[in-house]
């Protein structure tokens, strides 16, 4: 595998990034930037209105950000004639159609005379999403960002970013394998993407005749999204859409396409660049972390011998830039499949989340809104969903039970205490039903072609040192306790 510089690819460029207000794709945009301000144009798909309420969100969600500090610190005065020359913001949708929603077509028509690249972005990554919402971004929208390419004569390469867990619950070694239309997990036979569609709609115009609230459709579209994907083997609806993203892709890519299909494991803060610890919004381990450090978190469900596979999210965007290079103009039958992770060159497991928290958080221990200083404890380990449901049991379920009799022999004056203590342990039964699948996972994700472009770009001599993507330089412990979970309270919790 030959290919050159990264930075000189990136020269007078034309790219495409769709979710442009989304985590990894502010990293992207950072990073480009920094590097390569010389990039012809960036284009930005972002949902909104006009271009107006489209410019508060660049402004206010994306630049604004202290992520841009370092850009902002490099090219002073001159950052905003970069912005207004380089950035193109275009209000969009990839759910509505192979325009992505771009209503000037005019605009439309100067993206595919120019975009080279494309870095399909933009996904619902909320693991119960309505079945509706996550089937048109997470599944038609891939489509549609493929069918966009296709008008494209000068795309050089197309990045769709999935993520590693397509796998489900898969054990073992997970190879870096494409989805074909129709694939299940369990065996089971009969997936239409069509078909799933139609239901979709089925179900919708079923609610919608009855006269069902808001509240009751979006209940319904979520339970729906569930249901479907337990009927093929995938844990949520997440996932369950993503994996049937990969299987359009790959359909409707063709023969003169060159596309890249990157599958990250759990995103976390920035390891190095453009410093160290940026994180935006709370992720999978995160809520554990956070909740854990606020106090809240009295039990740890979890085999604490599993591994976790965590990968620092400007790792992630590298392997990105550096695929994008390495493929440029070289068209396959199928995607070439990058898995980025941890899992085999460097394993961390569940258990060491949790001293890495009571390491910081009994050091550094959470301040709440009164003031008062939060002390931790090292955490109950619980090993097994029977476990935590006795647990559960024991420590809630029991004294929900007393709440209820006390509530019917006072004639409803506990209403609000029992209200809310139902409220909760459903909310966090539902959080761990979602979760369990993450929490006892037994896979490790292979990543040979991952491992063969970072091998590719040391023989090419290409700059390895700003664009890095190797998790065998991470030390968990240093990363965690002095980088990941700094960040989380600096720029998360607050």
Request: proline letters at 3%; one cysteine or more.
């Amino acid at each position: 595998m030959e290919f050159g510089s990264v930075v000189q690819f990136l020269e007078n460029r034309a790219v495409l990034i769709t979710g442009a207000t989304g985590f990894l794709a502010k990293i992207f945009l950072e990073k480009v930037l920094r590097e390569q301000p010389n990039v012809k144009r960036m284009y930005l798909l972002l949902r909104a209105a006009d271009a107006k309420a489209a410019s508060q969100r660049f402004h206010s969600e994306i630049v604004g950000k202290e992520l841009f500090r370092v850009v902002k610190e490099k090219f002073g005065e001159n950052l905003s004639t970069i912005l207004s020359d380089k950035i193109v913001l275009v209000p969009g949708d990839i759910s509505v159609d192979e325009g992505l929603g771009v209503s000037s077509s005019e605009l439309k028509q100067q993206m595919w005379n120019e975009v080279d690249v494309i870095v399909n972005l933009a996904a619902s990554t909320n693991f119960d999403e309505r079945y509706d919402i996550a089937m048109g971004l997470n599944t038609m929208g891939a489509k549609h960002v493929v069918g966009f390419g296709h008008n494209c004569p000068n795309l050089k390469a197309l990045v769709h970013v999935s993520t590693a867990y397509v796998a489900g619950e898969r054990s073992g070694l997970i190879l870096e394998s494409p989805y074909r239309m129709g694939d299940t997990l369990n065996g089971a036979t009969g997936l239409d993407i069509q078909e799933e569609r139609k239901l979709i709609a089925l179900k919708m115009n079923e609610l919608q005749t009855e006269g069902a609230s808001q509240d009751a459709i979006k209940r319904a579209m979520v339970d729906l999204g569930l249901k479907r994907a337990k009927t093929y083997g995938w844990p949520n609806t997440y996932v369950f859409t993503k994996a049937m993203g990969e299987m359009l892709v790959g359909e409707f890519k063709g023969s003169n396409m060159s596309v890249v299909i990157v599958r990250p494991t759990i995103v976390t803060s920035t390891f190095k660049q453009p410093f160290p610890g940026w994180v935006e919004g709370i992720r999978t381990i995160d809520s554990l972390a956070v909740g854990y450090g606020k106090g809240r978190l009295t039990c740890f469900l979890g085999d604490v011998a599993g591994i976790l596979d965590v990968i620092p999210a400007d790792m992630v965007v590298n392997a990105m830039l550096m695929a994008i290079v390495a493929h440029s103009n070289q068209p396959r039958s199928e995607p070439v499949i990058y898995q980025v992770g941890s899992s085999i060159r460097n394993p961390m497991k569940l258990g060491d989340l949790k001293e890495y928290g009571f390491g910081y958080f009994s050091q550094k221990p959470w301040v709440d809104k009164q003031g008062n200083v939060v002390r931790v404890r090292k955490v109950r380990v619980l090993g097994s969903m029977d476990s935590f449901r006795r647990y559960m049991a024991f420590r809630y379920l029991l004294v929900l039970k007393g709440l209820e009799l006390a509530n019917t022999a006072f004639c409803h004056f506990f209403d609000g205490v029992y209200s809310d203590l139902n409220r909760r342990i459903k909310f966090v039964m539902r959080l761990v039903e979602l979760y369990q699948p993450y929490l006892f996972f037994n896979g490790v994700f292979d990543d040979i072609n991952t491992e063969k472009l970072r091998m590719a770009a040391k023989d090419n001599g290409v700059e390895t040192d700003k664009f890095y993507f190797d998790p065998a330089e991470v030390d968990w412990e240093d990363y965690f306790v002095n980088i990941h979970i700094p960040g989380l309270v600096k720029y998360v919790v607050k």
